[in-house]
């Protein structure tokens, strides 16, 4: 038992027991009874049985106040527990929805550009519209070895339709563009058909 309880329960203890004798032949006596308290700027007398009630009930009271701030500081604790396991919840979905996010590479062959290693690459830019229409920005590196610009697609979701493909350079103007519809995600395999071979 912590002392919280045990001042509450003896506060009660002191109270009932005061009840008590008050109900018997020794309540008169106690009640005459005084006792002085002197202390602090105070020079009270009052009964012991007055003293008995006011001891009980401080104890009763200082013990539920001390319940009361333990309480309050549980309260503190469990706020902070929820907020934090808001934070980790929050932290899951967008782990969950980066899961759901993957990153493609495609090798873009530039018409008319015979050396792409001759290209200086800050000056293009490179956007992409999915199925809904909207634009996005696809990144861009050399692939030397291939004579290819590497077209790097970033967060694609699993089911992104891409509808076009847009490659300009910023200085001069030029684009390049593709209009395939691709679903690298989501791969198809067209198969053709062979003639039955007779038996």
């Given at each position: 038992m912590t002392f919280l309880t045990i001042s509450f329960y003896v506060g009660i203890a002191l109270l009932l027991l005061c009840i008590a004798i008050l109900l018997t032949p020794l309540g008169r006596r106690f009640s005459e009874r005084t006792q002085k308290i002197q202390g602090f700027g105070l020079n009270l007398e009052v009964s012991i049985l007055t003293l008995l009630v006011l001891i009980g009930v401080a104890l009763m009271t200082s013990g539920i106040w001390l319940q009361?701030?333990?309480?309050?500081?549980?309260?503190?604790?469990?706020?902070?527990?929820?907020?934090?396991?808001?934070?980790?919840?929050?932290?899951?979905?967008?782990?969950?929805?980066?899961?759901?996010?993957?990153?493609?590479?495609?090798?873009?062959?530039?018409?008319?550009?015979?050396?792409v290693s001759k290209l200086k690459l800050e000056s293009f830019s490179c956007v992409f519209t999915n199925a809904a229409g909207d634009e996005q920005k696809a990144g861009l590196e050399l692939s030397r070895g291939l004579n290819k610009i590497k077209v790097i697609f970033l967060d694609l979701q699993r089911d992104t339709v891409v509808r076009s493909v847009t490659i300009?350079?910023?200085?001069?103007?030029?684009?390049?563009?593709?209009?395939?519809?691709?679903?690298?995600?989501?791969?198809?395999?067209?198969?053709?058909?062979?003639?039955a071979t007779s038996q």
């Open positions: 009361l701030q333990d309480v309050k500081r549980q309260l503190k604790q469990l706020e902070d527990d929820k907020r934090r396991a808001e934070d980790n919840f929050k932290t899951a979905q967008e782990q969950l929805e980066n899961a759901k996010k993957l990153g493609l590479v495609a090798f873009a062959k530039l018409d008319g550009v015979n050396d300009t350079n910023e200085q001069t103007g030029e684009k390049w563009i593709s209009r395939e519809e691709h679903r690298w995600l989501q791969p198809e395999i067209i198969l053709s058909k062979e003639p």
